[in-house]
């Protein structure tokens, strides 16, 4: 342990209220720039699970069930902020997989799936529902206009009478980072 002797301290009126210390000065740092955003929200999409699949070759084509349109064309260096919200509901027991995948459309005509796949998985009991969410950022660069859609795809062999996603929604926020 070091010791410091008086001499070495540094001269300071403590009895002065008037007086800050040189270490309690405030320091102030540069305030980042603010960026400018854009937010759209796509309207709550319904698509019935399918009554019989069997997917175990992944022979089943994704389902559209929600999309969101944003232009980001005007923004300096763009994220995407993209948030799916669902209620997945089922009228009996039943085990249920699903994968859920966005694909990214842009005006030009390219096409692509973005940000891996984010898989439901669970026992849903009679008449119950479940709520899914998930969250991805897309940093991709793209000057144009594109199109998100969250598609599903079934992964087992499932029975199912009644089953549904209800209340499907897709918002997009895209913000200004001055890269």
Known sequence: MKIMDENSMPNYDYSSKDKKPVACEPIYHEKPKAGRAILKCSCGGYAPIPVISNNALGTVKPLPLASVSIDTKGLKCPTTLLTFTCEIKSVIDVSLRLNFLIKKTSKSGCCEYI?????????????????????????????????????????????????????????ALAVEDFC
């Not at 669970?122 to 199109?147: P, R």
């Open 115 to 171: 940000c891996g796949t984010h898989s439901f998985s669970d026992v849903i009991e009679f008449a119950g529902t479940q709520t899914f969410s998930f969250q991805v950022c897309d940093k991709s660069l793209c000057d144009d206009c594109v199109t998100y859609s969250i598609e599903y795809v079934p992964i087992d062999f499932i029975l199912n009478v009644g089953g549904s996603i209800n209340n499907a929604t897709l918002t």
